[in-house]
């Protein structure tokens, strides 16, 4: 049986924010912005149903599906995109495949003890987050 996600996580650290970006064709301004942020995560996991909220001071993205339910994704905040979004299980790992425009797009998140991590791709760029359970 997977993980159950639900928690409040903080910001811990991040690596290879800005080339992931520069894949997904995000400008020189909003990287550097975006590369300043130090993201929260709320992720509320009831069954088959999730929620994830990515908060920042700048804007928050939320992401509200069903697991193993294909749904049209809107990236507008993001990147301008939409794409066909897929969320599964993986083992323990929560895995996303975002399928448009861009190649090898989409993510996984896993915990170690009471730390989250998410590993996002976007052609051959990888960032890796982590963040710090705190309820």
């Not at 800005?18 to 550097?32: E, F, G, P, Q, S």
């Not at 697991?67 to 049209?72: D, R, T, Y």
């Not at 896993?110 to 705190?134: I, N, P, S, Y």
């Amino acid at each position: 049986m997977p993980p159950n996600l639900t928690g409040y996580y903080r910001f811990v650290s991040q690596e290879n924010m800005d080339n992931y970006l520069r894949a997904l064709d995000i400008n020189v301004v909003l990287r550097k912005l975006v590369c300043l942020l130090k993201p929260d995560k709320e992720i509320i996991h009831t069954g088959d149903h999730m929620i994830i909220r990515t908060i920042t001071s700048l804007r928050d993205y939320v992401m509200d599906f069903d697991l193993g339910v294909q749904f049209e994704e809107d990236l507008g905040p993001v990147d301008g995109r939409k794409c066909q979004t897929i969320v599964s299980w993986e083992g323990d790992q929560l895995v996303c495949e975002q399928l448009g425009e861009k190649r090898n797009r989409g993510w996984r998140h896993w915990l170690e003890g009471d730390q989250l991590h998410l590993r996002m791709t976007a052609e051959d760029e990888v960032c890796v987050q982590v963040f710090q359970k705190v309820k």
